[in-house]
Antibody, heavy 121, light 109 residues
Framework: QVELQESGPGLVKASQTLSLTCSVS??????????WSWIRQPPGKGLEWIGN???????YYNPSLKSRITISLDTSKNQFSLDLTSVTAADAAVYFC?????????????WGQGARVTVSS | SYVLTQAPSVSVAPGQTATITCGGD??????VHWYRQKPGQAPVVVVL???DRPSGIPERFSGSNSGNTATLTISRVEAGDEADYYC????????????FGGGTKVTVL
């Protein structure tokens, strides 16, 4: 059973960089065909896709966040990470990491429990 | 970018049927996945690939996809089905390849 777990600071100052890591167990992130993804959910709102990374390092980012996002893989630690620069109050949300099935354009099969991020002024 | 439209809320009495729709242009050409999210929890897949159920999801959950509308149907609704439900598709060849609907809050009366 694949399990994902987000980690990182729960409080980030405005204009600083939000950095989160997703640790994966029960399966190697070097094995496809899956994307490793970040999704967020502002308080009381719906799900927003942030971006994906494939095992070869190719990334896809939400155009509305693209200029501020970096998603990277660390295969030695079986982790992937999200950096979001220049955060504002609008970036306060629960951030989820997830595994996206590529075959037949599948679903986000496995999710982390979520990491709540607050932005302070 | 591709847009998925869901009604904000649906109310249903216990034992009745809840119908949750997801509208999108020619959505029948896409595989639609449905998630259930309870407060404070991560989303969970309840229907994938339009109409398949993951192991552990009751047969009461079913999906269909035709024309411009995909539908999640919950039969014999129970109190535990109260949650937010989201549809999701891939929008291949665009700069926004993963799309979620806005979500539907299902309230069990």
């Amino acid at each position: 059973q694949v399990e994902l777990q987000e980690s990182g600071p729960g409080l980030v100052k405005a204009s600083q960089t939000l950095s989160l890591t997703c640790s994966v167990s029960g399966g190697s992130i070097s094995r496809g065909p899956y994307y490793w993804s970040w999704i967020r959910q502002p308080p009381g709102k719906g799900l927003e896709w942030i971006g994906n990374i494939y095992l070869n390092g190719i990334t896809y980012y939400n155009p509305s966040l693209k200029s501020r996002i970096t998603i990277s893989l660390d295969t030695s630690k079986n982790q992937f990470s999200l950096d979001l620069t220049s955060v504002t109050a609008a970036d306060a949300a629960v951030y989820f990491c997830a595994r996206l099935r590529v075959e037949r354009r599948g679903p986000f099969e496995y999710w982390g429990q979520g990491a709540r991020v607050t932005v302070s002024s | 970018s591709y847009v998925l439209t869901q009604a904000p809320s649906v109310s249903v009495a216990p034992g009745q049927t809840a119908t949750i729709t997801c509208g999108g242009d020619k959505i029948e050409s896409k595989s639609v996945h449905w998630y259930r999210q309870k407060p404070g929890q991560a989303p969970v897949v309840v229907v994938l690939d339009d109409h398949d159920r993951p192991s552990g999801i009751p047969e009461r959950f079913s999906g269909s996809n035709s024309g411009n509308t995909a539908t999640l149907t919950i039969s014999r609704v129970e109190a535990g089905d109260e949650a937010d439900y989201y549809c999701q598709v891939w929008d291949i060849g665009t700069d926004h390849p993963q799309v979620f609907g806005g979500g539907t809050k299902v309230t069990v009366l």
